[in-house]
């Protein structure tokens, strides 16, 4: 556990720079799939945005710890083809990030900093505890949104395009560090994170 976003190791918090047009949300998740499936523990929330019948988007967060897919909107009408944010499904999006932080994983994904969050709203209090509970920390930020990322995290962070090479070369530094720092510490040292992760994808 750190005490002030000062002491932050900037290698441990990435986020992934994206424009409108990208597909960030696929992006995250899939990295997180093939990290799980090589054995990596990794928790909190990656994004889908599925669609109805009728061509209606959702939206919706999966727990990477419990597999279990949350919605987070609300539809606004049958001629609505657009939704707004659920109170209920951000809380227990909120849960799953919090449940991540208690864990013993390798790294947290919170799917975005975005404008909920800029404005002081949404996740933000979860970014903090994961950032202050020392554990590497993968988000996304929309570039509309750069600025206030920066303010909130004291530009202490490392900034990713949005590109599955540049999170893989991210992970395979930051998971090598992560090793050689558990190696260095007694087993027994309290508050010793104890997973032992299987090598980086690549």
């Known amino acids: ?24 949300d696929s992006l995250l998740a899939d990295f997180a799939r093939d990290l799980l499936r090589d054995g990596t523990p990794v928790g909190g929330i990656v994004q889908n945005n599925p669609r109805d019948q009728n061509g209606k ?6 727990d990477l710890l419990s597999g279990n897919r949350i919605s987070i909107c609300q ?17 227990e999006a909120a849960m799953s990030v919090t ?28 970014f903090a505890e994961a950032i202050m509970a020392g554990v590497p920390v993968l988000t996304a930020v929309p570039e509309k949104c750069l600025e206030a990322w920066r303010l909130f995290i004291g530009d202490q962070g490392t900034t990713l395009p949005c590109a599955r090479e540049a999170i893989q070369s991210w992970w395979r530094d ?12 007694p087993d027994t040292a309290p508050g010793t994170t104890t997973f032992r992760s299987s090598r980086p994808t690549t």
Do not use: W
């Not at 976003?5 to 424009?19: G, K, S, T, V």
């Not at 988007?57 to 999966?62: A, F, I, K, R, S």
């Open 99 to 126: 449940r991540a932080i208690h864990g013993d994983v390798a790294l947290i994904i919170i799917n975005k900093f975005s404008k909920q969050e800029a404005s002081g709203r949404g996740l933000r209090d979860e």
């Open 75 to 91: 539809p606004l009408g049958s001629g609505a083809m657009a939704c707004k944010l659920d109170a209920g499904g951000l809380a």
């Open 174 to 185: 930051m998971s090598s560090r992560m090793a050689l720092m558990r190696d260095a510490l």
């Open 1 to 24: 556990m750190i005490r002030d976003f000062a002491e932050i190791d900037p290698n441990r918090i990435a986020a992934i720079l994206y424009r409108t047009e990208d597909d960030v």
């Open 57 to 62: 988007t959702g939206m919706e967060v999966l």
